[in-house]
């Protein structure tokens, strides 16, 4: 049995399933294959693009690298700076480290919830958008530094204590507006996990 194709069957299905998107019906592509038509059509029509790979987006985990180059794009976007204390990582599961950082995020969102950029920040509008940079410093003598010197400069933030050790672990800014805030942490480092000690832990 010999299955034919008519071209004006398949002109009306493309046509059909690019219904969706606003493109110029005016729009000419030129004949050729399926596969490069359908490619000619993300490429020509950004809205199409950017809803394709919005699912690929949501599913994707964004490093402290892709934070960084986000909050680059946008000078004012609002951003919460993170800080932990590397020398903890020698003696304290990674875990643990995490967990000092989301104590002091949560505690600096909480304590100036009533504050407009955390109110912005949280609204759900943006609640999915988040922009975050963690960075570290050598240990607890450079944290307790970097408190004091937010506080000189009034940059409001959540210096973790931990308890029962009652030792500082971690440091959290409110939300800023990232050229206001961004200049007292352009000294610090990413805060990168060394992965042979990773695998070593498992």
Same mark, same amino acid.
């Given at each position: 049995?010999?299955? /034919?194709?008519?071209?004006?069957? @398949?002109?009306?299905? %493309?046509?059909?399933?690019?219904?969706?998107?606003?493109?110029?019906?005016?729009?000419?592509?030129?004949?050729?294959?399926?596969?490069?038509?359908?490619?000619?059509?993300?490429? #020509?029509?950004? @809205?199409?693009?950017?809803?394709?790979?919005?699912?690929?987006?949501?599913?994707?985990?964004?490093?402290?690298?892709?934070?960084?180059?986000?909050? $680059?794009?946008?000078?004012?976007?609002?951003?919460?700076?993170?800080?932990?204390?590397?020398?903890?990582?020698?003696?304290?599961?990674?875990?643990?480290?995490?967990?000092?950082?989301?104590? *002091?995020?949560?505690? *600096?969102?909480?304590?100036?919830?009533?504050?407009?950029?955390?109110?912005?920040?949280?609204?759900?509008?943006? %609640?999915?958008?988040?922009?975050?940079?963690?960075?570290? /410093?050598?240990?607890?003598?450079?944290?307790?530094?970097?408190?004091?010197?937010?506080?000189?400069?009034?940059?409001?933030?959540?210096?973790?204590?931990?308890?029962? $050790?009652?030792?500082?672990?971690?440091? *959290?800014?409110?939300?800023?507006?990232?050229? /206001?805030?961004?200049? @007292? @942490?352009?000294?610090?480092?990413?805060?990168? $996990? %060394?992965?042979?000690?990773?695998? #070593? #832990?498992?």
């Amino acid at each position: 049995m010999t299955c /034919v194709i008519s071209s004006s069957r @398949f002109t009306l299905s %493309i046509s059909k399933s690019i219904g969706l998107c606003p493109c110029p019906r005016s729009r000419v592509f030129p004949s050729s294959s399926p596969l490069s038509l359908h490619s000619s059509i993300r490429k #020509s029509h950004p @809205f199409c693009s950017a809803s394709m790979s919005q699912s690929a987006e949501t599913n994707s985990v964004s490093t402290p690298d892709d934070a960084g180059v986000q909050a $680059e794009e946008t000078p004012d976007v609002l951003i919460q700076y993170v800080v932990l204390r590397r020398d903890l990582i020698d003696s304290w599961p990674l875990g643990s480290v995490v967990t000092q950082g989301c104590h *002091a995020s949560v505690s *600096a969102i909480w304590l100036t919830k009533d504050d407009p950029h955390t109110s912005d920040y949280c609204n759900p509008d943006n %609640i999915d958008s988040m922009h975050k940079v963690t960075l570290e /410093v050598k240990g607890e003598t450079q944290m307790v530094n970097l408190s004091e010197k937010l506080k000189a400069n009034s940059i409001v933030h959540k210096l973790w204590i931990e308890q029962p $050790e009652n030792i500082p672990t971690c440091l *959290a800014t409110k939300p800023y507006p990232k050229s /206001v805030v961004s200049p @007292f @942490f352009k000294k610090l480092k990413l805060y990168k $996990e %060394i992965v042979g000690q990773t695998l #070593s #832990s498992l």
